[in-house]
């Protein structure tokens, strides 16, 4: 059983840096999801040009971070909520950042909101059962605006497929198995993944499910390591305006 929790752990790491895109060059894990560099910046408007109003592009959703009270999370942008019960352990907002590489106290919200604009990914929930048997993350990749405008859920879905199971390979695992699938999630039809992966004594089973809002794209991974429970953790969540 042990293997089996270390193997989940493992798995959720294996997920986030591929799925998120994160890292540098330098750092960047193989099979990470290489997104296209960005075209070049337009150049700076004379002096006596009044520079324009900061607003978001008229496609582009202001992204909020989600809420956690008690056993709650709700996320207004991607419009779904969740409730977990006594035997899961979730994260605070401190070890969200923490898990995202981003400062561990952030005073105010405008300096959280600064730290993520430059961050690569981010961690917005994090839940465990106490075993680890069942394992919930939801991870933000910020899109550079090429990536933006050429992948939705379903084409970005394509683009990381072949390469999860390639990573997985590379981290020992026995076999990778993945299935684009479109699912019902909390009152929508979203893309995802079913993936089974094989490792040394017994399987990890994931459903990776996608939402593209604005300049990001944000991955929710269900990870079952004893049994595939991950049709049954989709009841977790359900959709704000229901």
Same mark, same amino acid.
């Given at each position: 059983?042990?293997?089996?929790?270390?193997?989940?752990?493992?798995t959720?790491?294996?997920?986030?840096?591929?799925?998120?895109g994160?890292?540098?060059?330098?750092?960047?894990?193989?099979?990470?999801?290489?997104t296209?560099?960005?075209?070049?910046?337009?150049?700076?408007?004379?002096?006596?040009?009044?520079?324009?109003?900061?607003?978001?592009?008229?496609?582009?959703?202001?992204?909020?971070?989600?809420?956690?009270?008690?056993?709650?999370?709700?996320?207004?942008? $991607?419009?779904i909520?969740?409730?977990?019960?006594?035997?899961?352990?979730?994260a605070?907002?401190?070890e969200?950042?923490? $898990?995202?590489g981003? @400062?561990?106290?952030?005073?105010?919200?405008?300096?959280?909101?600064?730290?993520?604009?430059?961050?690569?990914?981010? %961690?917005?929930?994090?839940a465990?059962t106490?075993?680890? @048997?069942?394992?919930? /993350?939801?991870?933000?990749e910020?899109?550079?605006?090429v990536?933006?405008?050429?992948?939705?859920e379903?084409? %970005?879905?394509?683009?990381?497929?072949?390469?999860?199971?390639d990573?997985?390979?590379? /981290?020992?695992?026995?076999?990778?198995?993945?299935?684009?699938?479109?699912?019902?999630?909390?009152?929508?039809?979203?893309t995802? $993944?079913?993936?089974?992966?094989?490792?040394e004594?017994?399987?990890?089973?994931?459903?990776?499910?996608?939402? /593209?809002?604005?300049?990001?794209?944000?991955?929710?991974?269900?990870?079952?390591? /004893?049994?595939?429970?991950?049709?049954?953790m989709?009841?977790?969540?359900?959709?704000?305006?229901?």
């Open positions: 059983m042990k293997k089996r929790w270390i193997a989940v752990i493992l959720a790491m294996t997920l986030a840096a591929l799925l998120a994160c890292g540098g060059a330098a750092e960047k894990p193989s099979g990470t999801l290489d296209p560099t960005p075209t070049a910046q337009p150049t700076e408007a004379p002096e006596e040009t009044a520079a324009p109003e900061e607003t978001p592009a008229p496609d582009e959703t202001m992204l909020t971070l989600g809420t956690i009270q008690g056993g709650r999370y709700e996320n207004e942008t $991607l419009g909520g969740a409730e977990f019960d006594s035997d899961w352990l979730i605070d907002r401190e969200l950042n923490a $898990l995202g981003l @400062a561990a106290e952030v005073i105010t919200d405008e300096e959280l909101r600064a730290a993520m604009e430059k961050a690569d990914y981010f %961690y917005d929930l994090y465990r106490e075993d680890n @048997a069942l394992l919930v /993350q939801l991870v933000f910020k899109l550079n605006a990536a933006a405008a050429l992948y939705d379903d084409k %970005y879905a394509d683009a990381v497929k072949d390469q999860i199971a990573s997985f390979a590379k /981290q020992g695992a026995k076999s990778c198995d993945v299935e684009k699938v479109t699912l019902d999630f909390a009152g929508a039809e979203r995802a $993944l079913n993936i089974t992966v094989e490792f004594g017994g399987f990890v089973y994931e459903k990776a499910i996608f939402f /593209q809002t604005g300049g990001y794209m944000a991955t929710l991974t269900l990870i079952s390591s /004893q049994s595939d429970f991950t049709d049954d989709t009841g977790l969540f359900f959709g704000l305006d229901d």
